[in-house]
């Protein structure tokens, strides 16, 4: 890695977030999509779940419903998520776990808390992000996977001022693989006062940071992104990260991926690349093609 010779990211727009209500009523910070800002490719959106704390009994969720033409991709910092999906899938994760779910051709699921959440409340924390799929991936098998918290890589600069949790990509010398269709990458990042890295994110990308918490300093130019700003980087091959002058760390998603750069036609759950798609994957939904949940009797 020859950091002396990259090019580094500077911030080209930034967007804050708005309040969103999705699933049964929970509320989200979503940066994409909002007005003027379909996407940023391939990131089709962008959702910070909480951080919210639920009494015993309040917790809620999104029930049985369907998604068609790309990739989700959860990560739960607080609290336990429990999914069900028409392709037989299920699985609950929790703090510091990754799920990767490819809806392609259609999956109906339910991302709901666990049953002791609901129970016994408590806090609840995460991200969901949307990853396109290409055209010729949009009628792809539905799959389901797992990433434990442990299996997640963490590295801290030579100064302790930096820590990251590597979803998918490489930094400070560790690098993790999800198994997305599209190559992306997925960097949790806590910069303390006076942490200043550097990471290498493929010129073939496009690159975003999203601050959740405090204020981080981006760029050569060390712009001040806060708390609830997504920046979107203009050119480079490599990103630069700093923690604020002074006070609290900074907490920011580092979310880069190969643009697919087709025509988007999307909506609510369904994204594909045209109208006529759009309403065909209504009618395949409406008619029972992406399935149902089996449920056994001991869940009702
Ligand atoms: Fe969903």
Known sequence: MLTSMSTIREVARTVTAHRQHEGAGFIVRRPVPTAGLELVDPFLLIDELGPIEYGPGEA??????????????????????????????????????????????GIVHS?????????????????????????????TRP?????????????????????????AGEALGARAVIDTHTPIVYQDWTLAPGADVTVDVPADHDALVYVFGGAAQLGAQGRVVRDGQMAILGAGDAVRLRGPDSGEAARLLLLAGRPIREPIARHGPFVMNTRAELVTAVEDFRSGRMGEITRTAARS
């Open 60 to 105: 809620i969720g999104a029930p049985d419903h369907p998604h068609r033409g790309f990739e989700t991709v959860s990560y739960i910092l607080e609290g336990q998520v429990f999914h069900e999906d028409s392709a037989g899938h299920r699985g609950t994760i929790g703090p510091g776990d990754v799920q990767l779910m490819t809806a392609g051709a």
């Open 111 to 139: 991302e709901m808390p666990s049953p002791a959440l609901r129970d016994r409340g408590g806090r609840v924390h995460g991200f969901q992000v949307w990853v396109n799929l290409p055209a010729r991936l949009k009628m």
């Open 143 to 167: 799959r389901y996977q797992e990433v434990t918290a442990a299996r997640l890589p963490v590295a801290t600069s030579a100064d302790e001022l930096a820590r990251v949790t590597i979803i």
